[in-house]
């Protein structure tokens, strides 16, 4: 496993009318990884000229970190919570941390 830290921006489009809900789960998960060991940046993102599209920018210390990120309660509640409001397939961009 790759030890050098990296910073992920997850892409996501929602359904016009649930950004209130996705915005609630979204922040409860991120102040709960800010609390896991290895996940040193958590933000959310919303598009200035489109309300339905937001960046989830997630920085993590390693692989490892990430790995565990997404074997946590807290995620498995926000993809409960948020799986219904996406209306595209999410994509991921990840860059290394110079």
């Given at each position: 496993m790759t030890t050098q830290a990296f910073v992920k921006h997850i892409h996501i489009h929602v359904t016009p009318g649930s950004e209130s809900a996705?915005?609630?789960?979204s922040l409860l998960k991120a102040s709960?990884?800010?609390?896991e060991a290895g996940v040193t940046g958590f933000d959310l993102l919303q598009r200035s000229d489109d309300s339905t599209r937001f960046v989830l920018s997630q920085r993590f210390a390693t692989k490892d970190a990430e790995t565990a990120h997404r074997a946590t309660a807290h995620y498995d509640m926000?993809?409960?919570?948020?799986?219904?409001?996406?209306?595209?397939?999410?994509?991921?961009?990840?860059?290394?941390?110079?």
């Open positions: 996705f915005i609630k789960a709960k990884s800010l609390e926000w993809r409960k919570a948020t799986d219904d409001l996406i209306t595209d397939a999410r994509y991921t961009v990840r860059y290394l941390q110079l």
